[in-house]
Nanobody, 120 residues
Framework: QVQLVESGGGLVQPGGSLRLSCAAS????????MSWYRQAPGKQRELVATITRGGSTNYADFVKGRFTISRDNAKNTVYLQMNSLKPEDTAVYYC??????????????WGQGTQVTVSS
């Protein structure tokens, strides 16, 4: 069984910064892609950023130049550094990982979500 635990959300003023973390634990063999998604009230969940095991990244246009995704493979952890935050970044942020368990099963696992609120 695999568990993803997120941390780092909270309330921040416009223009401020936050850093989200998501750590995986359990029967993990290896992890390939790691991603962050977000879902604002009344809206569909949307992809924010993705990072491959080798470190290649991809970002949604609405966060390019402001957010940075990174990972620590030794710690099975993915990060999202969010700078220049805007009120429209307010959402619940979810991490997602595609991993192979120790039994060889491919699993798409999700974190529980962490609230990010950008408001003055």
């Amino acid at each position: 069984q695999v568990q993803l635990v997120e941390s780092g959300g909270g309330l921040v003023q416009p223009g401020g910064s936050l850093r989200l973390s998501c750590a995986a634990s359990g029967s993990i063999g290896s992890i390939s892609g790691m991603s962050w998604y977000r879902q604002a009230p009344g809206k569909q969940r949307e992809l924010v950023a993705t990072i491959t095991r080798g470190g290649s990244t991809n970002y949604a246009d609405f966060v390019k130049g402001r957010f940075t995704i990174s990972r620590d493979n030794a710690k099975n952890t993915v990060y999202l550094q969010m700078n220049s935050l805007k009120p429209e970044d307010t959402a619940v942020y979810y991490c997602q990982m595609r991993l192979i368990t120790t039994r060889g099963t491919i699993v798409d696992s999700w974190g529980q979500g962490t609230q990010v609120t950008v408001s003055s």
